[in-house]
């Protein structure tokens, strides 16, 4: 298993803080020259405004301002706090830290991912692919820790209401159509927790795994990642993006660090800075990473991504989803990871009847089939993350 040592022998939480001061000023530095965010904005045929559009492709990144109001904001950390405080206490576990049973001890995939605090889980390991290959800085943790904290939660759509709600925004649906096309098609979902002074890390990697090496590669073949912010984010907290990597291939990362001096401190990323109810969009094929959050501010963005159907259909499983069975993505498979997206509209349109809702129009002919009720919940909705498309 090759691992690339870190710059420095493991810092204190205070010490780590301070090594990264002047990057996160640089960062920030760069991420308000380049700009790249705004409000949403449509054309007059409602697609995605064309200058975001390109702005989008040129940065491989976008910030969406305000997207998500205060209300919604409110009831996502609602839900997503509880289902935070329902994990297990550590791997294998089946109380929570209020001794209570656990909540998805009944999944078929479970739904928390634990790590050690300020850990980086994957990093110079052949996990996921390899795609980690260089281990970030991992601080000493203060010694009240706890041994083990969340680090990713999964299900929103099956565990969250309004997480199920908010995965059939119609806006968030509008751009995801006006940059893959109308057949769009499901990747996953998972929920980033970065606890202040506890978080990990998630090591310098790019998405895509399957494409790479295609005669049809281009800029966008592996399809792109929302982030609903749900509490401010900080350049101590935040995902870390390199702008433009998306169009120049497989990254060597390893050579990039080495060329660094050994340090996990890339020159060139730039923080993405939000507020509670923006919104991220960055390409899978972007240079991104995150540091263990030494700050004292909390993190918790809801990820959810989507592809071109035709990047999946007839496609190998790739990432995690390799141990689910499935060699390779069908139309049937498809169907039935996309099915959620027609649900997810419909529990939209039940809470908030003054939206226009989305029209999904690989299902616009069968959304009577795919109301939101207990039916569906148990057909569409139930360990539904066994269906993921990732590529």
């Given at each position: ?32 020259e ?5 409000p949403?904005r449509?054309?007059?045929?409602g ?9 989008y492709?040129?940065h ?10 205060a ?12 289902m ?11 109380l ?38 260089s281990?970030?800085a991992?601080?000493?943790p ?10 990713q ?16 925004h ?35 990697h ?26 401010p984010?900080?350049?101590g907290?935040?995902?870390?993006v ?14 990039m ?25 960055v ?12 700050s ?21 499983a ?12 069908d ?13 997810a ?20 002919d069968?959304?009577?089939?795919f109301?939101?009720?207990d039916e569906?919940f148990?057909?569409v909705?139930?360990?539904?993350c ?6």
């Amino acid at each position: 298993m090759a691992t690339v040592t870190a710059a420095s022998p493991e810092p204190s939480l205070a010490k780590h803080a301070e090594g990264m001061a002047a990057y996160r000023q640089e960062g920030m530095r760069r991420a308000a020259e380049i700009g790249n965010r705004g409000p949403v904005r449509f054309d007059a045929e409602g697609r995605l405004h064309p200058d975001i559009l390109a702005a989008y492709w040129k940065h491989g990144f976008y910030i969406f301002e305000g997207v998500v109001g205060a209300d919604e904001i409110a009831e996502l950390r609602r839900e997503a706090t509880d289902m935070l405080e329902r994990a297990p206490v550590a791997p294998g576990a089946t109380l929570d830290a209020k001794g209570r049973e656990a909540l998805g001890l009944d999944a078929k995939r479970n739904p928390y991912n634990l790590i050690r605090p300020l850990s980086d889980p994957v990093g110079g390991t052949e996990l996921l692919g390899g795609r980690h290959p260089s281990r970030m800085a991992e601080p000493t943790p203060e010694s009240d820790a706890p041994a083990y904290v969340v680090h990713q939660m999964r299900g929103m759509c099956q565990y969250m209401p309004a997480g199920l709600r908010l995965y059939g925004h119609p806006q968030l649906l509008t751009i995801a159509e006006s940059i893959n096309g109308e057949d769009f098609v499901p990747f996953n979902d998972v929920i980033f927790v970065k606890q202040p002074g506890l978080g990990g890390s998630v090591a310098w990697h790019q998405d895509g795994v399957t494409h790479w090496n295609a005669p049809n590669w281009d800029e966008g073949i592996h399809g792109f990642n929302f982030q609903v912010q749900l509490y401010p984010t900080t350049a101590g907290n935040a995902l870390w993006v390199m702008p433009g990597t998306h169009k120049l291939g497989r990254a060597d990362i390893k050579r990039m660090v080495a060329e660094n001096g050994g340090s996990e401190q890339l020159p060139g990323a730039v923080p993405l800075i939000c507020a509670a109810g923006d919104v991220t969009i960055v390409n899978r094929q972007t240079l991104h990473g995150s540091f263990a959050n030494t700050s004292p501010d909390m993190r918790i963005s809801i990820t959810f991504g989507f592809h071109r159907r035709s990047s999946v259909l007839g496609a190998k499983a790739a990432l995690s989803m390799q141990q689910y069975g499935e060699a390779t993505y069908d139309e049937q498979r498809i169907a039935d990871r996309a099915a959620v997206i027609a649900v997810a509209i419909d529990a939209r349109r039940q809470k908030h009847p003054e939206e226009t809702p989305f029209l999904y129009r690989p299902f616009a002919d069968r959304i009577d089939e795919f109301r939101f009720n207990d039916e569906t919940f148990g057909r569409v909705l139930r360990d539904y993350c066994l269906k993921d498309l990732a590529i």
